[in-house]
Structures are given as C-alpha cells and as structure tokens.
C-alpha cells in the first residue's frame, strides 16, 4: 500500500507528465524536490513521521481528507479552489495553512466559514446573494464594514425618496380638486411619476434570528476537578525489536510473540499523564493542542464516557451538562419529527408535547416543520433543533467540541452570542479562532501528556504554534534531504 508521501508523489507524477509504467522507478530518482514538498507539506498539515508512511487505509476520513488537501497543494494550479478547507484541521494546521496559502502565488477561491481564516488569506469578496454576484476589494472584515455602510446609506436614500414624495403626494392629493392650483399640482404629478422611474430599491435592515440558554442555580466550586488523571486507550504495546530478538532465541515463537505483545506501556507512553485541571461555574476555558493530543478524550473523561486508568474526575452531583459537537445531528433519528426526537432524548419526562412545541418555536420551528421528519428539515433547520435541545437543558457547563463545524456564519454568530449570555461554565475545543476569541479568556494546552494553562493571549499562543510547526517542517524537508543525498 502507498504511504501517504508517496501517493502525493505518484499524484503530481501522474498530472504532471503521465509516465509509462516501465520509467516511474527513474522518474522518483528525479523527483526529490516534489518528494520534499510533499513531506513538508504534510508536516504543515500535522502529520507526524509514523503517519507519512502509514498506509491511507489506515488513516481515518478527517486524515484522509488532509491528504486531498495536500494534493491539491503539491499540484499548485493556477486556480486552487478550496470548499471549507478547515473543517478537518486543527488550530495548529489551520495556523500554517493560512501562513502557506498567503504566499501561494496564484489564484484562490475560497469557500468557509471560519471569519478568522478568511481574514488572514482573502483580499477580495465576493458575495453571492439573490442570484447576484457583488465584488468587494479586501478581506471579510472590510466587506462587512463596507456591506454596513453601504446598507445604512440605501436605507438613507431610500427614506429620503419616499419623505420627498410623500410630501408631493399630500400636496396632490390636497389640492387636486382646486383649480386655481392646478398647475402646480400637474407640476408636482410629472416630478413625481420621474421620481419613481429612478426611485431606489427599498433596502430594510437584515434581522438576525437569536436564541437564549437558560441559566442553571450557581453550584459550589470548583464543578469539576482533575486530580492526577492518567488514561489511554491501549495500556500495551509492541516492541518489534524486542520480539525479534526472543523468537531467535526461542523454539516457541507464538508464545514469545504473544508475550510481547502484552507489554505494559511505560507512563510516558500514555495518551494523557498525571494531568490536574479544574472548572468551575465562571470558566471560559479553551483546549488548544493538535488533533491526537487528547482535547476530546479528557471531554469525554469529564463527561463520564470513559474512566481514568488512575487518579480522579470528580464531578458535583448536580451538575448539568450541555454538550453540543460539529457531529450534532448525528443524535437524531432523522425519521422523527424534532417534537418526537426531543421527547426521546429527555425520556419523555413532560407528557405534554405542547411545552416542547412552544419551545421549539423560539427556534423557528414551528408548524408543520416541528411535526415532519427531520430528513426533510434543512441543514440550518437541524443546527436550530440542536441549539434547542442545548437550551432546553438548562445547563451549568457548556462543552462545545468544534461545534461551530458546518454552520453557517449567522448561526455561528446566534451561538457565540447565546454563549456570551450565558451565566455558567464553558469548555472549548476548536479550530475557528473568531469563536475562541470571542468566547475564552483562559487557554490550556494539551500536548504530549500534559495540560498546561498557557500564559498569554490566543494571538501569542498562535504565533508560537506558527513558529514550532515552521522548524518542524524544516526539519522533515532537511531529513528528507539527507536520507537522499
């Protein structure tokens, strides 16, 4: 099988100049530098070493996709075109891509929704709406400023010609009947009839759906604490050398090979080690760290889904947590209605399906959309039935895993905005530094075992995740460059 280096290499081979079967071996002598940029590349995109040589079977779909990234990259077309980009990255390789893409010396269209990222890359914008392209020269922050003003300016000129000619039609209407103004009013009938064929488009201020989550009684601190936590998945691992060295000395190589195989991890092996945190019902707290560092998995330590292999989560008896993840639809069956998915995952605990409708309504479900299968309602429709359910909870501790995934900016905008009303706890773990920004004031890093609190801004913390990804790339392209030479 093709590690994931390799396939790169055989994919730009491919587009480049289609060799016949016989020369690809003596093709690869000559392709180090592609061979390099490949794996400079990847390195961007978090790959270690292990995983560049792995095969791409072995990879899972958000891996995979990172690959069809770094294609698209090797090949540099002249026109790259990119749909949502960041959803399958983490902060550290959404830091470098941004860094790459600014120098990529050709053209790129890019789809996302991540404010932070189009603001680092993007000069123009182009915006599609009522079957209209509107260009806009700089990044999306100016084109809100400039869709603002000029929004705020349509709306003034819209006013101003309908106070005009309101004032004419009184004066019309008033005097129509009298003959000595007859001519002014015949005046005043042709001015306005010219009016309304220049007259502008009645522009009105674009409303922004809202919702609220209900704030929970304060409980004692801290709500959750993390006292010496050690976990990983596997606690056994195989040591080949090892292995190899005991079936030449033994007869019996099952039973020294299964011997092996069930050597117990040393701690620093261990996915998370030791680790001490703590939440409490004012936190704001964001984990950054790469994908595969552990983010997830202490989530899920602090939501009970899987147990420590030593120290301990304790967590206040009434404490009620609301979990919303880039996966949110995924907990409905989407061949009941939103009322009926919402009766089955608070177990039916009112009988009256009318409180559940009403709420549902302050989402804009309603109607006969709160009664069909949710396989008919829209994506945004599906966003707006989770955000009830978050609400519905009454939650003291918000954890959102990469919940602004798959959202739309207004939707992003409704959550950020709810969550920033909230009067509780919150736990983080994105990749879209508009949301971290505008949510955290705490940041805790995981790597390599550890939870650090880091002491500094995001921006800092970015520009150190910028700088050591940097030398690691240099150095998977100098190692490359030395196993060649």
């Given at each position: 099988m093709l590690s994931s280096t390799i396939l790169l290499l055989h994919f730009i081979l491919s587009l480049t100049y289609p060799p016949p079967p016989l020369?690809?071996?003596?093709?690869f002598f000559f392709a180090y530098p592609a061979q390099q940029r490949a794996s400079a590349i990847l390195t961007g995109l978090q790959f270690t070493d292990e995983m560049k040589h792995a095969s791409i079977k072995s990879l899972s779909g958000g891996w995979r996709m990172r690959v069809a990234l770094g294609a698209a990259l090797l090949i540099e077309p002249d026109i790259l075109m990119l749909d949502e980009p960041t959803n399958h990255l983490d902060l550290e390789a959404v830091v470098w891509l941004e860094a790459y893409l600014q120098q990529y010396p050709h053209t790129i269209i890019l789809v996302s929704h991540d404010r932070g990222f189009l603001n680092e890359v993007c000069t123009d914008t182009i915006e599609f709406k009522n079957k209209k392209l509107t260009y806009y020269k700089g990044n999306y922050d100016t084109f809100v400023k400039l869709k603002t003003?000029?929004?705020?300016?349509?709306?003034?000129?819209?006013?101003?010609y309908k106070s005009k000619r309101d004032h004419m039609m009184e004066f019309i209407t008033k005097f129509r009947s009298n003959a000595k103004r007859a001519t002014m009013v015949q005046s005043r009938v042709k001015t306005v009839e010219k009016m309304d064929v220049d007259a502008p488009i009645k522009v009105e201020k674009e409303s922004f759906w809202r919702f609220t989550i209900p704030s929970s009684e304060p409980l004692g601190r801290p709500i959750i604490a993390i006292n010496d936590v050690t976990?990983?998945?596997n606690t056994t691992t195989t040591n080949k050398d090892d292995e190899n060295e005991n079936e030449n000395e033994s007869g019996n190589n099952d039973t020294t090979t299964t011997a092996t195989k069930n050597k117990k991890k040393a701690l620093h092996e261990y996915l998370l080690q030791k680790v001490n945190f703590g939440v409490d019902n004012s936190s704001k707290i964001a984990l950054l760290g790469a994908n595969g560092q552990g983010k997830t998995t202490l989530l899920n330590l602090i939501m009970g889904h899987i147990?420590?292999?030593?120290?301990?989560?304790?967590?206040?008896?009434?404490?009620r947590i609301g979990?919303?993840?880039q996966h949110h639809s995924e907990r409905f069956d989407l061949n009941l209605s939103a009322i009926e998915n919402m009766l089955n995952i608070f177990n039916n605990k009112t009988q009256d399906d009318q409180i559940i409708r009403s709420f549902l309504g302050k989402f804009q479900i309603q109607g006969v959309d709160a009664l069909k299968p949710m396989r008919l309602l829209s994506g945004g429709q599906k966003s707006r039935v989770s955000f009830a359910v978050l609400a519905y909870q009454k939650p003291h501790l918000l954890i959102i895993d990469e919940g602004s995934n798959h959202l739309s900016m207004d939707a992003v905008d409704a959550l950020i905005q709810a969550i920033q009303q909230f009067k509780g706890g919150l736990l983080v773990v994105s990749h879209d530094q508009y949301f971290v920004n505008k949510l955290c004031n705490e940041l805790w890093v995981i790597e390599n075992g550890q939870a650090t609190k880091f002491n500094g801004t995001f921006d800092e913390y970015k520009f150190q995740s910028a700088k050591r990804t940097k030398k690691r790339v240099e150095d998977s392209v100098k190692k490359l460059g030395n196993l060649n030479n």
């Open positions: 020369f690809v071996p003596f093709l003003e000029q929004t705020k300016n349509a709306i003034r000129e819209y006013e101003a976990f990983d998945y147990r420590p292999i030593d120290g301990s989560v304790t967590v206040n008896s009434g404490l979990h919303f993840t």
